[in-house]
């Protein structure tokens, strides 16, 4: 997808590829306590093999399979104790599931870091909106939700608070139980209707930026022409 490998000595120099790879690490990365390695995990293949791509990474890749998962589980783990310094530095520490809050993204490279973030825990979800079939049957139209995922209250007030200085759209957070016992919280930052029309616009700028083709291919019929309604096809 247009992406020139970045070969070790690089992975701590700010880029629109590396900003996609921290967006990844933010939310499906583990950084080990040892102080040296990294692992990124990912129920996607591609993106394990996209951000090996963009780090320069020959390493193994490992799959999981458990009846806890109903696909297998990919995973990617290295060693590299300068980039692993220079993760902690721009926020993303050991055991951050929780308490992970903002970090330190170049605002010229936010939209490549929120393109890893739903990328790698976020959704774009296509609905049909009926809401004026009262009006008219032929008012029928496809919309989406946009939503980007984390256990994190601050992370996820981060994210909010930086998508409206630097795009001007706010979008609305939601909370919910993710366990079973409803002990653990996830929260949702959500963008809908127009908001995430323009917000995909804004992190899809070009034809060839790394991404996950799926996800890609929902907000495709989305990503050209004129702010408009788009109707359903029936």
């Not at 009262?134 to 139209?141: D, E, G, I, T």
Request: proline share 7%.
């Amino acid at each position: 997808m247009g992406m020139k490998p970045r070969g070790p000595e690089n992975r701590r120099t700010w880029s629109p590829d590396l900003a996609y790879v921290v967006g990844l690490l933010a939310t499906d990365g583990n950084l080990s306590p040892d102080g040296r390695h990294i692992c990124f995990v990912s129920r996607d293949l591609q993106l394990i093999q996209t951000l090996a791509s963009i780090l320069h990474l020959n390493n193994r890749v490992g799959i999981k399979l458990g009846s806890y998962a109903p696909r297998p589980v990919f995973q990617i783990a290295f060693g590299d104790r300068l980039f692993y310094e220079w993760l902690t530095e721009i926020g993303i520490t050991p055991r951050k599931t929780y308490t992970i809050g903002s970090l330190k993204v170049p605002d010229v490279f936010f939209p490549d870091f929120l393109r890893g973030h739903v990328d790698g825990d976020g959704s774009i979800t296509p609905y049909v909106d009926r809401y004026n079939t009262k009006l008219s049957p032929a008012y029928v139209y496809q919309r989406l939700y946009v939503r980007f995922l984390s256990a994190s209250p601050f992370h996820i007030d981060w994210l909010q608070a930086t998508i409206r200085r630097l795009h001007g759209t706010d979008g609305h957070v939601t909370a919910r139980r993710s366990d079973g016992q409803g002990k653990v919280p996830l929260y949702a930052l959500k963008f809908a209707k127009k908001d995430s029309i323009s917000l995909l616009r804004w992190m899809y700028y070009a034809p060839d930026v790394p991404c996950l083709a799926r996800k890609r291919a929902i907000a495709e019929p989305f990503l050209t022409g004129e702010l408009r309604e788009f109707r359903h096809p029936r």
